[in-house]
C-alpha cells in the first residue's frame, strides 16, 4: 500500500500516530488498514468484526428502552467468517454476553451434518424478515425502473440509474427501497407472518434440517445427478403470478413509462411515495 503510505519498507505501523489506540484499544493503523480496504474502488473488502460491530450496536439502539433490551436474541446465517474463532472472541471480547444472544443449534441438533454446533443457513430458514417475497419484488422493481432509465442516452440527466459499479447499484437498491416503495409494507408483513409456520416445521423435524426447504440446492443437485425437475411445489415468488406484478415507476422516470408504453399505459403503473 506504498502509494497511500510512504515507500517501500514503509507499513501502516510506521506513520505518525500510527500505533496511538483508538476508543476499543486498537491500534490506529489497523482503522486506517480496514478504511482503506472498505473503500478502494476494485475488490473493496468488509471485516467480518466490522459487520459484528453493526449488527450488535444497530440492535442494542433498536431495542433500547424496550421490554426486550436485555434479552433479544439474533440470527446470522452460515457465515463461515463469521464462526472463526478470532471472530467469535471479537464479540465476547467487545460486547460480553452477546455471544449467547445468536440463534443456533445446541446439544445434539443437526448431529452428524455440517451444521452441527452452527447456524444452519437457509434450511431450515429463519431469516424470513424478506426472503419470500421481499427480496424478489426488490430485484424485479430495480431492473424494472433501471431499464426505464436506459431509455435515455448517455449523458441525459434523466438516466439516473445504472449497474456498472457497486456505487450505482448501491443507489438503484436505496432509491427503489425508499423511493419506489418496494417491497411493499404488506409484502413485507405477509413475509414475517410466516414465520410461525416455518417454526411448526423446525419443530416437526425435531430442530434439525427441514426437509425440501432449500429448494434451490436441491434442484440444482436434482439437475446435476440427471433427475429431472423440482419434485416439490413452487414457492410464491418462483411463480408466474409473481413475475408479472405491476411495478412502481420512480417519480422521476414516469416520462420515460410513458414514452414506452403510452400515456395510459398496458396496466397500472404507479408512482412510488
Known amino acids: 500500500m506504498k502509494r497511500k503510505f510512504g515507500g517501500v ?3 501502516y505501523e510506521d506513520q505518525p500516530g500510527a500505533m496511538e489506540l483508538d476508543a476499543w484499544g486498537e491500534p490506529m493503523w489497523k482503522q486506517a488498514a480496514g478504511q482503506w480496504l472498505n473503500t478502494r474502488s476494485e475488490d473493496a473488502k468488509v471485516c467480518v468484526t466490522d459487520l459484528i460491530d453493526h449488527m450488535i450496536t444497530k440492535s442494542k439502539k433498536i431495542y433500547a428502552g424496550t421490554d426486550m433490551e436485555g434479552h433479544f436474541l439474533m440470527f446470522h446465517d452460515a457465515l463461515s467468517q463469521w464462526n472463526q474463532k478470532e471472530a467469535q472472541l471479537h464479540i465476547k471480547t467487545r460486547y460480553p454476553g452477546f455471544e449467547n444472544r445468536f440463534i443456533k443449534p445446541v446439544g445434539t441438533t443437526c448431529f452428524g451434518t455440517i451444521y452441527h454446533n452452527m447456524p444452519p443457513g437457509n434450511s431450515p430458514e429463519n431469516a424470513r424478515g424478506l426472503d419470500s417475497f421481499g427480496f424478489a ?18 449523458g441525459d440527466h434523466r438516466r439516473i440509474f445504472g449497474q456498472g459499479t ?19 409494507n404488506a ?4 413475509d414475517i407472518s410466516g414465520w410461525e409456520r416455518v417454526c411448526e416445521k423446525i419443530i416437526e423435524a425435531k430442530g434439525c434440517i427441514v426437509p425440501d426447504e432449500n429448494f434451490r440446492t436441491g434442484r440444482r443437485a436434482r439437475k446435476m445427478h440427471g433427475e429431472g425437475g423440482r419434485k416439490t411445489k413452487l414457492r410464491k415468488r418462483d411463480r408466474k403470478s409473481t413475475h408479472l406484478l405491476d411495478l412502481p415507476v420512480h417519480p422521476a422516470l414516469m416520462g420515460a ?3 414506452l408504453m403510452g400515456p395510459e399505459g398496458d396496466g397500472a403503473a404507479a408512482e412510488g411515495p
Not at 419484488?137 to 448517455?154: I, R, S, V
Not at 457497486?166 to 411493499?184: A, D, I
Not at 409484502?187 to 405477509?190: A, D, F, L, P, Y
Request: net charge negative.
Open 257 to 259: 413509462y410513458e414514452d
Open 166 to 184: 457497486p456505487k450505482e447499484v448501491w443507489h438503484l437498491m436505496e432509491q427503489t427501497w425508499t423511493v419506489v416503495g418496494v417491497p411493499t
Open 9 to 11: 519498507g514503509l507499513g
Open 187 to 190: 409484502r413485507i408483513t405477509e
Open 137 to 154: 419484488d426488490l430485484e424485479y422493481a430495480m431492473c424494472f425502473n433501471c431499464a426505464l432509465a436506459w431509455h435515455y442516452p448517455y
